[in-house]
T-cell receptor
Framework: KAGVTQTPRYLIKTRGQQVTLSCSPI?????VSWYQQTPGQGLQFLFE???????NKGNFPGRFSGRQFSNSRSEMNVSTLELGDSALYLC??????????????FGPGTRLLVL | GQQVMQIPQYQHVQEGEDFTTYCNSS?????IQWYKQRPGGHPVFLIQ?????EVKKQKRLTFQFGEAKKNSSLHITATQTTDVGTYFC???????????FGTGTLLAVQP
């Protein structure tokens, strides 16, 4: 099976702009989670989508949003970018049968730099 | 909110030495997962522990889940340069359905 793919791999944006990141999960996985990774804060949970519905949400401002499509592909959007949004954004898919995700399979990440 | 701390933050060992990282949660965990992230890479799942006091081994790696299900450890015997990376624990705690990652331990192995 193909792994989790994320596009783009690298992005440079300026403050105030918005950005959309894409994630294609492993075939058959219905859960997609997003994480922000920075050297200072580690891996921070953004949100999780399951069957096109946001099932869980982390403690991030409303500028961070996401959605999931019927084919389980997911997008994450960050509006009004701030310098502090510079990070590696990781997507992880999981074959989730119940209310919780099981093993997380991570994609390579999108490295976002905000200038 | 729930916090998962790992110690040490960083450890530098000589190849062949043992290494242990500890994971401590502020709340009881229903399970614990361990991931490894190589430099420049993404986290890769290693193992999941579910039962209180459970111990699992993968070659030179030994994983343990505490009796109270609030802590866990990963022990590597006779480290190799291929063990370099950051090790994260992650778990579900309390009423939340969010998988919370620990702060991570960066392991450096000197040949």
């Amino acid at each position: 099976k193909a792994g989790v793919t994320q596009t783009p791999r690298y992005l440079i944006k300026t403050r105030g702009q918005q950005v959309t990141l894409s994630c294609s999960p492993i075939s058959g996985h219905r859960s997609v989670s997003w994480y922000q990774q920075t050297p200072g804060q580690g891996l921070q949970f953004l949100f999780e989508y399951f069957s096109e519905t946001q099932r869980n949400k982390g403690n991030f401002p409303g500028r961070f949003s996401g959605r999931q499509f019927s084919n389980s592909r997911s997008e994450m959007n960050v509006s009004t970018l701030e310098l502090g949004d510079s990070a590696l954004y990781l997507c992880a898919s999981s074959y989730s049968t119940g209310g919780r995700v099981e093993t997380q399979y991570f994609g390579p990440g999108t490295r976002l730099l905000v200038l | 909110g729930q916090q998962v701390m790992q110690i040490p933050q960083y450890q530098h060992v000589q190849e062949g030495e043992d290494f242990t990282t500890y994971c401590n949660s502020s709340t009881t965990l229903s399970n614990i997962q361990w991931y490894k992230q190589r430099p420049g890479g993404h986290p890769v799942f290693l193992i999941q522990l579910v039962k209180s006091g459970e111990v699992k081994k993968q070659k030179r790696l030994t994983f343990q889940f505490g009796e109270a299900k609030k802590n866990s450890s990963l022990h590597i015997t006779a480290t190799q340069t291929t063990d370099v990376g950051t090790y994260f624990c992650a778990g579900y705690g309390g009423a939340t359905n969010k998988l919370i990652f620990g702060t991570g331990t960066l392991l450096a192995v000197q040949p």
